[in-house]
């Protein structure tokens, strides 16, 4: 079969498809990856078929709004990013909905991200099957609020609220998504597609009706799956990227790991702001009050600039599945790729959240034990990291849980599992159209 998979967004938006897509392939399909311009060399280097998809993630990120976010530490709800989105990507978003359409001909099933969920649309037009395939929990449960509510505090008791107020959640930030794009959605059902108007509340009811099935790419040892989930919604395991065959780490990097003891990773993906150099510093000055040795990754930003004291090296792109083993401790800022990562590495995680799903991750790795209760940028200082830093390498409680934990998920093949539910999902399809 003639598989699509679109998806947006930064690195670690992309990279979990990508091990998605492997598994797809050796099971036979032939696979195309819809997504940003900026990633089409990582696309076909992994020899899929690539799409174009609107939009260039590391400029939106650098950019001065993103950093003075980012700078402040203030978590965003998933509610404000949706007025921002109708505020200043409407020409984007547009562009995105017609890529989406010339990516997907062709295809007998699509399989969509959570910024390419019109793709459902696209999957109605074409009269093919569509699978949603999320990093974080997005379906309506009553069990947790929305990941975006309360700085991410989902799986954690709130006082004086129960399992409506949980549900009504996902209801208000559906419709709120919903509509701050319904316009532009439906003219491009009309124009583009040739379909009606979505209803005014939106697609919602007719997915499930319809039983739509999703994929989650993560682990349900670290969320475990809501009863109130139906059998369509599979929680996999993390869709996991290996090193590229013949990888070999940076000799610098081999040589300062083998000269002194297990280092402690610092590093903020593609979510470092511009203000790196104030954050490196604040990095260093911690880890020295710890007495810790340290890594430090770039990302997209300029994390580990300049001069560095001879305990401490700045790394560029290092596949995390290699590096975070070997270290002591993992500082990061929660993005769901790199937290499926640092937890497989077995050691404690320092999570210093910046915003969208982030926060989320940090409470889960805090309710787990293994690892201190996040850091909010906004509160971040040389002492509270060095007071998490420590905690981690010196609680031996936490690091065994971290380490029993690691193990259970390294024992785990979430592609295996996507690509068995993939092969489920639409076998049901077909009995229910003949």
């Known amino acids: 079969m003639q598989l699509t998979v679109v998806t947006a967004g930064s690195r670690g938006d992309i990279q979990p498809y990508l091990a998605l897509g492997l598994g797809l392939a050796r099971a036979g399909h032939a696979v195309r990856v819809a997504t940003h311009e900026a990633f089409r060399e990582l696309v076909t280097g992994h020899g899929f078929d690539f799409a174009p998809v609107a939009g260039d993630p590391r400029a939106i990120l650098s950019s001065a709004a993103a950093d003075a976010w980012l700078a402040s530490g203030r978590n965003r709800s998933m509610l404000a990013f949706a007025r921002e989105l109708r505020r200043q990507a409407g020409p984007l978003v547009e562009q995105s909905l017609h890529d989406y359409w010339r990516a997907c001909q062709g295809s007998d099933a699509i399989l969509y991200s959570a910024v390419g969920l019109p793709s459902w649309h696209v999957a ?14 997005l379906t309506r449960t009553r069990a947790f609020p929305t990941v975006g509510l309360r700085g991410g505090r989902a799986l954690l008791p709130l006082p004086g609220v129960g399992p409506a107020f949980n549900y009504a959640t996902h209801v208000a930030v559906e419709q709120v998504m919903w509509q701050s794009l319904r316009g532009r959605v439906n003219r491009w059902r009309g124009d583009t597609l040739g379909l009606p108007p979505s209803p005014f509340l939106g697609p919602f009811a007719e997915m499930r009706r319809e039983n739509t099935p999703t994929l989650y790419g993560y682990s349900p040892r670290v969320v475990p799956k809501p009863r109130d989930w139906g059998e369509a919604v599979h929680v996999t395991g993390w869709w996991v990227l290996p090193p590229p065959a013949g990888w070999r780490p940076p000799p610098a990097l081999d040589a300062f790991l083998a000269d002194g003891p297990p280092p402690v990773y610092v590093g903020f993906g593609s979510m470092t702001p511009a203000s790196a150099e104030r954050l490196t510093a604040t990095a260093l000055e911690a880890l020295e009050r710890a007495g810790q040795r340290g890594v430090l990754a770039s990302g997209w930003g300029a994390l580990g600039g300049g001069a560095l004291p001879p305990w401490a090296i700045a790394v560029g792109d290092v596949p995390h599945e290699w590096l975070l083993p070997r270290m002591r401790a993992v500082v990061h800022h929660g993005g769901a790729g790199t937290t499926g990562a640092a937890l497989r590495s077995g050691n404690p995680s320092v999570v210093v959240p910046l915003g969208f799903d982030q926060p989320f991750w940090g409470r889960r790795v805090a309710a787990l034990g293994v690892g201190p209760e996040p ?20 609680d031996e409680a936490m690091r065994d849980r971290a380490a029993a934990l690691g193990a259970a998920l390294r024992a785990e093949d979430g592609v295996a599992s996507a690509v068995e539910a993939v092969h489920a999902e639409l076998a049901r399809t077909r009995r229910a159209s003949v």
């Open 375 to 394: 850091v909010p940028r906004r509160r971040l200082t040389a002492d509270h990291l060095a007071r998490a830093v420590a905690r981690a390498v010196d």
């Open 124 to 137: 109605r037009r074409l009269g093919v099957p569509a699978i949603g395939a999320f990093l974080q929990p």
